[in-house]
């Protein structure tokens, strides 16, 4: 006669400790409860994995009532208006980081670490999971010296995009494989009738230094700085690099030297050349009808293979809590930023034109198919060149020396080992005063 009682009182406790589960489980809305009404300012760039968040925000701010306002900027200008707020203690709440930004805003203390929310188990979405990120990017785009800051956000990595269609009417029937292939084989077939066989992305700003310069260091065997922080650029390899890229200009279009992304992309979309290496982001772009002629030609692989291997550009942002902000703001700014690059959304920002940084969506059945850039960036993510830039706060003002001095090249105002020799001079003479050399400053992993 006394088991019943027992067994009622099991299944009181079970019931109400189901009752108390179910109140305790973290939901965004819960979350977000204390900071309604808040209003974050955000910096977002002119590019395709902006538009795809933009769409997105609606469903955020109406689960949550934080009103999200978009800052738009070019890239040229994004880094200055940012140094400019938060110089100014202004009201930007999340800021946008390039990878090799990231030493900057984190030695400055303009960014919150993000363990400040995840041991918040208030904020801290139980799936936040950030294993999932690909190591490579939550590395190399969110961390400094070990601490995270940022969660990857437009993720970026270097793929060779091709007209399937113009290489089979030379007598292509698959992509060029080396650097030497393309420039040797493909240039001189490809490069006829006004037509051309390469697009090397140049223009002077960070797309020279970094999408033009860098990319012909690392397959040649190359790289801006040795292992003491000292100039590399007139090692053999880093000279056969830049070599080759003023041998390749003649497969290019005039005016090389001034094309962005934008005008190299045009270029591809509307058949006036063969072959370029740009941005996983750019996918959409190429295959969208209304910004491309070519999309029943188009066709994405892996960046070519040097003497060195296949050493594929890295870039990309992540999204950072400001420290300028109040603490509601931070908070909202959080909630904001671990919702956006989750993995419940990653599918949705794949679709809508962003590329995520999160390993689980691109194993979902489908996606590798549907998306023909998936298979060649899930390799340069897991094969990737984690300094392809160097990684330091110094940065900004050493692309600022690559950017003339690489142009100046490209130009044959002067020779590759004159304008390596004047890079290398001025970048350790801006290390030197950094503190690199003496000691005061750790090089920074």
Same mark, same amino acid.
């Given at each position: ?165 113009? $290489? ?25 009738? =006004? ?29 801006? $700085? ?89 870039? =990309? ?129």
């Amino acid at each position: 006669m006394k088991v019943k009682p027992v067994l009622f009182s099991i299944t009181i406790m079970l019931a109400v400790f189901a009752v108390a589960t179910q109140a305790s489980a973290w939901s965004l809305e819960e979350a977000a409860k204390p900071y309604a009404g808040t209003e974050l300012e955000v910096v977002f760039l002119l590019r395709p994995g902006y538009e795809a968040a933009e769409k997105m925000i609606p469903e955020f701010e109406k689960k949550t009532g934080i009103k999200i306002n978009i800052i738009k900027h070019p890239y040229e200008n994004s880094l200055s208006e940012q140094v400019r707020d938060f110089v100014a203690n202004g009201d930007l709440d999340i800021a946008l980081i390039d990878l090799v930004w990231i030493g900057n805003f984190a030695e400055n203390e303009w960014i919150v670490p993000v363990d400040k929310f995840t041991k918040n188990p208030d904020l801290a979405d139980p799936e936040l999971d950030l294993d999932d990120f690909f190591p490579l990017v939550l590395n190399a785009f969110g961390a400094w010296n070990g601490v995270v800051y940022g969660l990857p956000f437009d993720n970026y990595s270097g793929l060779m995009f091709y007209n399937k269609c113009m $290489l089979k009417e030379a007598g292509f029937d698959r992509p060029p494989e080396t650097w030497a292939e393309l420039k040797d084989v493909y240039g001189p077939k490809l490069t006829k009738d =006004g037509k051309y066989a390469f697009a090397l992305q140049s223009k002077r700003n960070e797309t020279q230094s970094c999408d033009s310069f860098a990319r012909v260091l690392w397959p040649f065997g190359g790289s801006f $700085l040795d292992q003491n922080f000292k100039s590399n650029l007139l090692s053999d390899g880093s000279q056969t690099g830049l070599k080759f890229r003023q041998d390749l200009m003649q497969y290019m279009p005039p005016g090389i030297v001034s094309y962005d992304h934008a005008e190299t992309i045009n270029a591809l979309a509307q058949g006036d050349v063969a072959i370029i290496t740009e941005w996983s982001a750019f996918y959409a772009t190429l295959t969208n009808p209304e910004t491309s002629k070519i999309v029943d030609c188009i066709e994405v692989s892996a960046e070519p293979k040097g003497p060195a291997g296949r050493k594929p550009a890295l870039g =990309g942002f992540s999204l950072a809590v400001a420290s300028q902000a109040d603490e509601k703001e931070q908070a909202a700014a959080w909630l904001f930023i671990q919702w956006v690059t989750s993995k419940a959304n990653a599918k949705t920002y794949l679709e809508l034109g962003g590329v995520p940084a999160r390993q689980s969506v691109y194993k979902l059945p489908g996606v590798a198919e549907k998306y023909g850039y998936v298979n060649a960036l899930v390799e340069s993510w897991q094969e990737g060149v984690p300094e392809f830039r160097p990684r330091f706060a110094e940065w900004p003002q050493m692309t600022e020396i690559v950017q003339e001095w690489g142009t100046k090249i490209m130009l044959k105002e002067v020779t590759t080992e004159q304008g390596a020799k004047e890079i290398g001079s001025r970048v350790e003479a801006l290390l030197k005063d950094a503190g690199y050399y003496d000691g005061k400053k750790p090089l920074a992993q």
